[in-house]
Nanobody
Framework: QVQLVESGGGLVQAGGSLRLSCAAS????????MGWFRQAPGLEREFVSAISWSSRTLYADSVKGRFTISRDNAKNTGYLEMNSLKPEDSAVYYCAATTMRLGVKWADYNYWGQGTQVTVSS
């Protein structure tokens, strides 16, 4: 069983930055791919970014060039650096882990965190 705990969310003005962290309680974190999804009120959960065990990365078009995903396997932690934030980035951000092939669908992930709120004011 993998437990994921997100942190780093908060309120920021448009154009600002936040860094989200995802701490995983698993010994073999480097065996897992990791992803970030987000969900705004009334909308479906959408893919944001993902990183494989070998640090191959995927990004949604809406965040390319602004967000950077990374991981520190020694710390069992993944990160999402978010820059040039826009009000439309406001959502609950979820960390997810997968033992399967890295994907962009929520069904591609086995484990989920509880989420952290990101609010971007205009």
């Amino acid at each position: 069983q993998v437990q994921l705990v997100e942190s780093g969310g908060g309120l920021v003005q448009a154009g600002g930055s936040l860094r989200l962290s995802c701490a995983a309680s698993v010994r073999t974190f480097n065996n897992y791919g990791m992803g970030w999804f987000r969900q705004a009120p009334g909308l479906e959960r959408e893919f944001v970014s993902a990183i494989s065990w070998s640090s191959r990365t995927l990004y949604a078009d809406s965040v390319k060039g602004r967000f950077t995903i990374s991981r520190d396997n020694a710390k069992n932690t993944g990160y999402l650096e978010m820059n040039s934030l826009k009000p439309e980035d406001s959502a609950v951000y979820y960390c997810a882990a997968t033992t399967m092939r890295l994907g962009v669908k929520w069904a591609d992930y086995n484990y989920w965190g509880q989420g952290t709120q990101v609010t971007v004011s205009s």
